[in-house]
């Protein structure tokens, strides 16, 4: 609860409703059970909803999740017929994550932990440019895979750069592309055409291990690889081979498996960058959800339509659900 909401949103949460359990932890069954026909809205980490359980939640008007996906355990069909609406967190991840994807961009760029660890070694240059390896984000170019708001995020932060933007993404508007002022190109020509390459899109079933081996192989040497999203986008193993080759430097804070295994190849490499799944981990860093959930809930109760968390419809969400990797990997953006 307090990583969601902030003690002054908790405050306001609690004094436009009441709080049935409310607590760290799964709510018993019975309490549930017993509190489901008259609740207003339903908040959970992984709810679960069949149209059994509609049957006695007359009053619902909102079933809202908190881990950052539409999971598959909701009866969406059943929802919409309700006119229940399913609202997912994700935006709320935008600024922490998009600020940890700006930090990876830099020290990749920089080449700071290759350098931290050389000094470690006492390999360390002073002085010295690295034109192998580094670049500088001034007026380079950048290429977002999936354009979400966690990409509009960064492409934010990467404003005082001058940084041209390149963008590939099935469902992204026209209008919206020109509204941030990045330029939408084929997967192909965006991976050819980066200085950096940013795999931020939602996960479907549509597009496991898009960014494979054909792919990276099309990569320009020493294009550096940023995974934001999900490890389903991404074949780990034809990327550990890249790098293992020395052609293409990785930067991810998600795998396949988490925690990664112990004597996975890709912890003990060179050229690249690891982060344990720790993008939103940050003091007051999902704070933005609490913040989405009560003016949500509040929008609802004054007919205001405007929502700020992610609505689950039936032309996307059969697509999304219940995909991710093998334990939490909760970074979905849109």
């Known amino acids: 609860m307090a990583e969601l909401f902030s003690a002054e949103a908790l405050r306001d949460l609690h004094a436009r409703f009441d709080i049935v359990w409310g607590q760290d932890g799964t709510i018993p069954d019975d309490l549930y059970a017993a509190a489901l026909p008259d609740a207003f809205a339903v908040i959970a980490a992984q709810p679960r909803l069949s149209a059994d359980d509609l049957a006695s939640a007359s009053k619902l008007r909102a079933l809202i999740e908190v881990s950052g996906s539409f999971p598959d355990t909701i009866d969406y069909q059943a929802c919409e017929t309700a006119g229940i609406e399913v609202l997912s967190c994700s935006p709320g991840f935008r600024e922490s994550v998009a600020e940890m994807g700006l930090a990876m961009l830099l020290a990749g760029a920089r080449g700071l932990v290759d350098e931290h660890e ?16 580094d670049f500088s984000l001034y007026r380079s170019t950048v290429g977002f895979v999936g354009f979400g708001q966690i990409s509009q995020e960064m492409m934010r932060l990467l404003a005082p750069f001058g940084t041209r933007v390149l963008a590939t993404d099935p469902w992204l508007p026209q209008e919206v592309a020109d509204r941030f002022g990045v330029e939408l190109v084929p997967l192909e020509k965006l991976v050819t055409s980066c200085r950096a390459v940013i795999v931020a899109a939602v996960p479907t079933q549509d597009n496991h291990h898009l960014v494979n081996a054909d792919l990276l192989a099309k990569m320009p040497d020493q294009t550096l690889v940023i995974l934001l999203s999900r490890a389903h986008l991404l074949d780990l193993d034809a ?17 396949p498996e988490e925690p990664l295994p112990a004597d996975h190849p890709v912890r003990q490499m060179s050229d690249v960058i690891l982060s344990p799944h720790r993008a939103a981990a940050v003091e007051g860093g999902r704070h933005l959800i609490g913040d989405m959930i009560l003016h949500d809930l509040s929008a ?10 992610a609505k689950a419809n039936l032309a996307s969400v059969g697509r999304m659900a219940g995909i991710g990797d093998a334990k939490k990997d909760g970074v979905i953006e849109r």
């Open 300 to 309: 609802m109760l004054e007919g205001d339509k405007h929502r700020r968390l």
């Open 118 to 133: 050389a000094f470690r070694q006492g390999s360390e240059r002073w002085l010295q440019d690295r034109p192998e390896t």
């Open 239 to 255: 990327m550990v081979a890249q790098v293992r080759r020395g052609r293409l430097r990785f930067i991810t804070d998600v795998f």
